[in-house]
T-cell receptor, first 113, second 114 residues
Framework: KAGVTQTPRYLIKTRGQQVTLSCSPISGHRSVSWYQQTPGQGLQFLFEYFSETQRNKGNFPGRFSGRQFSNSRSEMNVSTLELGDSALYLC????????????FGPGTRLTVL | DQQVKQNSPSLSVQEGRISILNCDYTNSMFDYFLWYKKYPAEGPTFLISISSIKDKNEDGRFTVFLNKSAKHLSLHIVPSQPGDSAVYFCAASEVETSGSRLTFGEGTQLTVNP
């Protein structure tokens, strides 16, 4: 069974630009969560989507948004990029959330210059 | 406020010995706990989990212990192997209210020396 895939793997943007990251969950998984990993803040929850609806949201500004499609694929968007948005963005999928194990993708490394 | 803490940034053990990684939490509403390991340039890999109704869960070389009164959990790896060298993250969730939202600790770098 294919794992969670994320594209692109690496991205370089400049301040003020916007970026869209993509995540394809494991087949049959309907819950997709996004996390940001930085050296200073560690792994932090961004949001979770289930059946095309945002079910949970972390403490991030509105510049961070996401969506989920009917095939469970998910995208996250960051608008008006800031230097502090440089991070590894990880996507995780699970069957339905809650106590289902979350499986992570390899991440997208975003660098903002 | 750091609700999940891993106070040891690093741990070094000899191959064949036991590795013990520790994690403390402050939110008494957490009721599901997990351990992940992470290699550089890869996403975290699930290792083992435990529900708050249990105090121990075992899977092969990995055992997780939960002490609810102390709000402490630990991961034991026996015997440790060089391939276990990675960063280990402890994570917790409140299943009832926030479903799959995981709160992670800062991670512990485990090095297993041959």
């Amino acid at each position: 069974k294919a794992g969670v895939t994320q594209t692109p793997r690496y991205l370089i943007k400049t301040r003020g630009q916007q970026v869209t990251l993509s995540c394809s969950p494991i087949s049959g998984h309907r819950s997709v969560s996004w996390y940001q990993q930085t050296p200073g803040q560690g792994l932090q929850f961004l949001f979770e989507y289930f059946s095309e609806t945002q079910r949970n949201k972390g403490n991030f500004p509105g510049r961070f948004s996401g969506r989920q499609f009917s095939n469970s694929r998910s995208e996250m968007n960051v608008s008006t990029l800031e230097l502090g948005d440089s991070a590894l963005y990880l996507c995780a999928s699970s069957r339905s959330g809650s106590t289902d194990t979350q499986y992570f993708g390899p991440g997208t490394r975003l660098t903002v210059l | 406020d750091q609700q999940v803490k891993q106070n040891s940034p690093s741990l070094s053990v000899q191959e064949g010995r036991i590795s013990i990684l520790n994690c403390d939490y402050t939110n008494s509403m957490f009721d599901y706990f997990l351990w992940y390991k992470k290699y550089p340039a890869e996403g975290p890999t699930f290792l083992i989990s435990i529900s708050s109704i249990k105090d121990k869960n075992e899977d092969g070389r990995f055992t997780v212990f939960l002490n609810k009164s102390a709000k402490h959990l630990s991961l034991h790896i026996v015997p440790s192997q060089p391939g276990d060298s990675a960063v280990y993250f402890c994570a917790a969730s409140e299943v009832e209210t926030s479903g799959s939202r995981l709160t992670f600790g800062e991670g512990t770098q485990l090095t297993v020396n041959p």
